[in-house]
């Protein structure tokens, strides 16, 4: 199984720590809110016209792994539309952070600056304020590759595919959980309504997981980038949708077609 990065906290007292950070903050906030495909661990409403959202990782802040999120960060912010978009790391860090990385104990700051910011637009229109909780989302789970030249495969295609049938997309490594990693994949599975298989590289992982998936007569939409031909015997003749990379834009539109029809 690929590394995740994942630390030995328990994301549960992490994320407990942020809810009661924001409590303090008077900020109102959705926990596991889904916002246009994605689903965030928190989505803060700072005023009527401006939000952010905060996903909170147990990832290593070693070298590689802060600058996997400050690009997560980066693409969350843009597939959320939100105003500010940031990874919060549950382990003490004594480096320099990205933009877009901050540690749980600098969350605070960050929190009073919006607070400050915006506390005039929020006393004005305070009906507007708090955001309405999220209908709760069929969840899509992405078995894929987990490598930086497929994250616009999971941010632009799957997930927006995914807001396009009224659903949200779910990946283990962007929702991360102390304890057996294999465990919490099967969770997921279980929980989702169908799940998306990008077959690219014939990844040990994906193949695990597309069979658990069929164990369990889930539908399983599969993609793939590589050749086909290349493609396990088992899994070769399934009608999988051929992408390029680069071109994922194109992907979200044939991906929308395939999950509209089995969400329905």
């Known amino acids: 199984m690929t590394d995740l990065g994942i630390g030995p906290i328990d994301l549960g007292d992490a994320s407990d720590a942020v809810a009661r950070r924001l409590d303090d903050s008077g900020l109102p906030y959705v926990r596991d809110a889904a916002v246009h495909g994605y689903r965030p661990d928190f ?16 990832w290593k802040p070693d070298a590689v792994h802060l600058k996997r999120a400050a690009d997560q ?8 539309n939100s105003d500010e978009a940031y990874i919060v790391l ?3 860090i004594d480096v320099p952070l990205p933009r877009g990385v901050i540690g749980l104990d600098a969350l605070t700051d960050v929190l009073h600056a919006a607070a400050s910011c915006d506390a005039a637009a929020r006393a004005s229109v305070p009906a507007a304020l708090a955001p309405a909780p999220a209908a709760p989302a069929k969840t899509i789970f992405a078995a894929m590759p987990f490598a930086a030249a497929y994250e616009d495969v999971f941010f632009v295609a799957i997930a927006g595919a995914a807001e396009a049938s009224g659903a949200a997309a779910k990946r283990v490594d962007l929702d991360p959980r102390a304890g057996d990693v294999v465990q919490h994949i099967e969770e997921l599975i279980r929980a989702s309504a169908l799940v998306v298989a990008d077959l690219s590289e014939s990844r040990p992982n994906v193949m695990y997981e597309v069979g658990f998936a069929r164990a369990l007569e889930k539908p399983i939409v599969t993609l793939c980038s ?20 680069g071109r994922t834009h194109e992907l979200r539109g044939r991906l929308a077609e395939r999950l509209g029809a089995l969400l329905r």
């Open 73 to 80: 960060a980066k693409r969350i912010k843009a597939v959320t």
């Open 43 to 58: 989505l803060v409403q700072c005023a009527p016209d401006r939000k952010i959202v905060l996903d909170l990782k147990n």
């Open 226 to 245: 590589t050749a086909l031909e290349d493609l396990p015997f088992d899994v070769r003749n399934w009608s999988t949708i051929p992408y390029e990379k």
């Open 90 to 92: 549950s382990e003490p």
